[in-house]
Nanobody, 114 residues
Framework: QVQLVESGGGLVQAGGSLRLSCAAS??????LGWYRQAPAKQRELVAD???????NYADSVKGRFTISTNNAKNTVYLQMNSMKPEDTAVYYC??????????WGQGTQVTVSS
């Protein structure tokens, strides 16, 4: 059974930092990532990282956010710095396994006040 357990969301002032964590279990995952969905907007990719460490970032977060994993490649982190009000959204952890199945976490709210 696949489980994705997220933590680390909350309220932060503009310019501040937050770190999200997601512990993934139940499969060997080829890609771990973070997506976000703001009110009345579509879910979008924030960043992802492959098992070999290749990373991909949305243009809007490049230079501010950093994605990483632990050595076991089963926990993914998103370090968010220089945060902006437009980063406010529900952030979802995503994991893809060897069979290309995609799994989602329950979501964690991130709110950036101006």
């Amino acid at each position: 059974q696949v489980q994705l357990v997220e933590s680390g969301g909350g309220l932060v002032q503009a310019g501040g930092s937050l770190r999200l964590s997601c512990a993934a279990s139940g499969r060997i995952f080829t890609t771990l990532g973070w997506y976000r969905q703001a009110p009345a907007k579509q879910r979008e990719l924030v960043a992802d990282i492959t098992r070999v460490g290749r990373t991909n970032y949305a243009d809007s977060v490049k230079g501010r956010f950093t994605i990483s994993t632990n050595n076991a490649k089963n926990t993914v982190y998103l370090q968010m710095n220089s945060m902006k009000p437009e980063d406010t959204a529900v952030y979802y952890c995503n994991a893809q396994d060897i069979g290309w199945a995609s799994y989602w976490g329950q979501g964690t709210q991130v709110t950036v006040s101006s």
